[in-house]
């Protein structure tokens, strides 16, 4: 298993980009080191003959014709946006 | 007639074929049923009067017009992350308050072209990820039998509503027991179809690998009916299975016999810590089925003590990854930021609750560069070894019978605190999840406190054939699932 059983919650916290107070910087990381030091038990076992399942069922790519066809009308499509202008979502600026 | 509410899918259904009620007079008594208790069992999150209405009436005038069917004019609840054309869908979540579903998932749009009425939403934990129902961003549903007791979850809204009578049947999803653990802890029936069964195009996703979408209801008889209802290709899921969808609620015969079925019994199954109550109902339905004529043989799970620590790395894995969608761009929730960067941060902290940002930091650690193999790999590993288990014992056996959860329903807010125990509790249903196969719980007792205790009766691969027949001869040869609750 993992050299260690301790994470960095907050740098794991900026690439999930989620914003932590210091209280649940605090918080979680005494409750997922809980939790990896309980999964570090699957390093009992020896996997090194066991081929890994992504999925239950075998998966296999499914194609079609790409047909033009209907879809979700344009304005009930951007209908959730929490910002939208002359039919297009409103983001910050990420160019000055 | 009195009291619809009360009644099963199958009983309504005749009911109204004969003509002695309408859907409209069911809609009402759901409705009276969630006015007069739903302020104490807080079940349903949104509840469109209205609209159920007039579906109601609409199927009215379908089934007067020639229309027929065991679902048409059958109101339904339905868990908050599914979506229902131009109805709210939040997951219970901050993050998606306010947002209205802009299409029907597919099964919901099979539901519809059966007539069902879509007659609210029903609460959740947070984005499917809980076992109580208490991570939840809007309210805390109560046990109906007990309301000082959790419903379980995450489907818990859906369990208490069906054993509440505030709906005649309800719609979960299950991604690690979220069906069968709730409906084992509100003494309903609820079913965990194999992964590929119905299409999950338009269930929120929460861990991809592991969802499937399934009914809570009052009768075996009754999920047959919705699974039947629900199951298909569909080319919406690329993992939805193309296979002849069997008659499964004709195939429930009356004889309740299960002579020639061959039931196992996994030893790992009935673990250390289980509560006594709990394990004496569970081996005295094993005695029934026997008297019913099962067969009933010994069976081996071995790796089934490792099915937590692999379900908590794969399912949060798949979930940092599905829940980076809430960014708060498209849809849901924005705080904004200097930069985007700033947005999506700032967003994800208001927006998530802790539950659910403690499963995606989780996710992304097992994801991340140095720690892959270690975690995600080995787990991917091991649920070969899980689904392995379950390959072989299908060879000595029809289905498999085991409790669905360690203990009943435990007091709201016991666990809270402390993640990792509330993790430990689904050691009997994510095995079933990781391997893909198909579960069934039913009623098979109550504690001496008066909470119900569920039967997991699983099955292989597209055999639901055989779970709900066991679960069904099990059920009409018992009165578990007769009792109700009692409401001051």
């Known amino acids: 298993m993992a050299d260690s059983t301790h994470m960095d919650v907050s740098y794991i916290a900026h690439l999930a980009r989620i914003h932590l107070t210091d209280g649940e910087t605090k918080l979680f990381q005494g409750q997922l080191d809980q939790v990896l030091t309980y999964v570090e038990q699957l390093g009992e076992l020896d996997v090194s003959n066991v081929e890994p399942t992504a999925h239950a069922m075998a998966l296999v790519n499914v194609l079609r014709d790409d047909m033009p066809r209907a879809s979700l009308d344009h304005d009930a499509a951007i209908a959730n946006a929490p910002a939208a202008r002359d039919g297009q979502i409103l983001v910050p600026k990420i160019l000055e | 007639m009195a009291n619809l509410n009360t009644k099963t899918i199958s009983e309504l259904s005749d009911l109204l074929e004969q003509g002695k009620c309408t859907s409209v007079e069911i809609v009402n008594d759901v409705l009276a049923a969630i006015d007069a208790r739903d302020g104490k069992i807080n079940a349903y999150l949104t509840i469109d009067r209205t609209s159920a209405l007039a579906q109601a009436e609409a199927a009215d005038k379908a089934r007067a017009a020639g ?215 569970v081996r005295d339905a094993v005695e029934h089925c026997k008297k019913l004529g099962a067969e009933i043989v010994q069976v081996s799970l071995p790796h089934s003590k490792y099915a937590i620590a692999v379900y908590y790395i794969i399912a949060t894995a798949e979930a940092s990854a599905n829940l980076a969608r809430f960014d708060g761009i498209r849809y849901g929730l924005r705080k904004d930021g200097a930069d985007p960067i700033e947005l999506y941060g700032k967003t994800r902290a208001a927006g998530f609750g802790p539950e659910v940002k403690r499963r995606i930091i989780l996710g992304t650690y097992v994801l991340s560069s140095g720690y892959y193999d270690a975690y995600y790999l080995r787990a991917q590993k091991v649920r070969t070894l899980i689904r392995n288990d379950f390959v072989e014992a299908f060879k000595q056996c029809d289905a498999i019978l085991a409790p669905v959860t360690p203990t009943p329903a435990y007091k709201i807010g016991e666990k809270t605190n402390d993640p990792l125990k509330m993790y430990l509790d689904d050691i009997l249903t994510t095995p079933v999840n990781l391997a893909g196969i198909c579960g069934l719980s039913v009623p098979c007792g109550f504690s001496k406190a008066g909470l119900p205790i569920g039967l997991q009766i699983l099955g292989d691969s597209f055999k639901e054939v055989n779970i709900l027949k066991v679960g069904h001869a099990y059920e009409q040869t018992t009165t578990w699932h007769k009792q109700r609750p009692e409401f001051s």
């Not at chain 2, 809204?157 to 802890?185: H, K, M, Y």
């Open chain 2, 67 to 281: 229309k027929k069917g065991a679902l048409l004019g059958i109101p339904l609840a339905i868990k908050d992350l599914l979506n229902v054309k131009g109805q709210p869908c939040t997951c219970s979540s901050k993050i998606l308050e306010g947002y209205t579903a802009p299409y029907d998932a597919t099964a919901i749009a099979k539901l519809r072209e059966a007539g069902a009425v879509f007659l609210g939403r029903v609460n959740m934990d947070e984005f499917a990820m809980g076992s109580s129902t208490e991570s939840s961003a809007f309210k805390k549903t109560r046990n109906p039998w007990n309301t000082d007791h959790v419903p379980g979850g995450s489907s818990g809204g859906s369990a208490a509503s069906v054993a509440a009578d505030e709906a005649v049947a309800a719609l979960g999803s299950d991604t690690g027991g979220s069906i069968r653990q709730p409906a084992a802890f509100c003494g309903c029936v609820g079913l965990k179809p194999t992964y590929g069964m119905i299409s999950r195009y338009g269930l929120t996703a929460f861990a991809s690998s592991l969802d499937q979408i399934g009914p809570i209801t009052k009768t075996v008889e009754d999920s047959a009916i919705l699974l039947e209802a629900m199951a298909g290709k569909d080319e919406m899921d690329s993992t939805s299975i193309d296979l002849s969808v069997p008659d499964f609620a004709k195939d429930l015969t009356d004889d309740h016999s299960l002579k020639g079925m061959k039931l196992g019994l996994p030893k790992e199954y009935f673990v250390e810590g289980m509560d006594s109550e709990v394990e004496k109902a």
